[in-house]
């Protein structure tokens, strides 16, 4: 009896690594602007796995909400 490895043929995924789908800095804070720096270093320099860690990082750097005059 022959076994199955797979009920489908495997599926796959483009790999996309434009610049579109990176995340934007947050105007005015500087550890934002450094790390979009980095990235385009990192990127100039072809070193993909950098360019990822910084869009993590700058997608996941915390910034407080400033709230508006009057607002609770």
Avoid: F, W
Avoid at 60 to 71: A, D, S, T, V
Wanted: charged share 25%; with cysteine.
């Amino acid at each position: 009896m022959q076994r199955i490895a797979y009920a489908q043929t495997p599926v796959e995924l483009p790999l996309t690594l434009a610049s579109a789908a990176d995340p934007g800095p947050v105007p005015g804070c500087d550890i934002c602007a450094a790390l979009a720096k980095e990235r385009a270093l990192a990127r100039s320099r072809g070193d993909h796995s950098k360019v990822s860690d910084c869009n993590v990082e700058i997608r996941n750097h915390p910034h407080k909400e400033l709230k508006q005059r009057g607002q609770r």
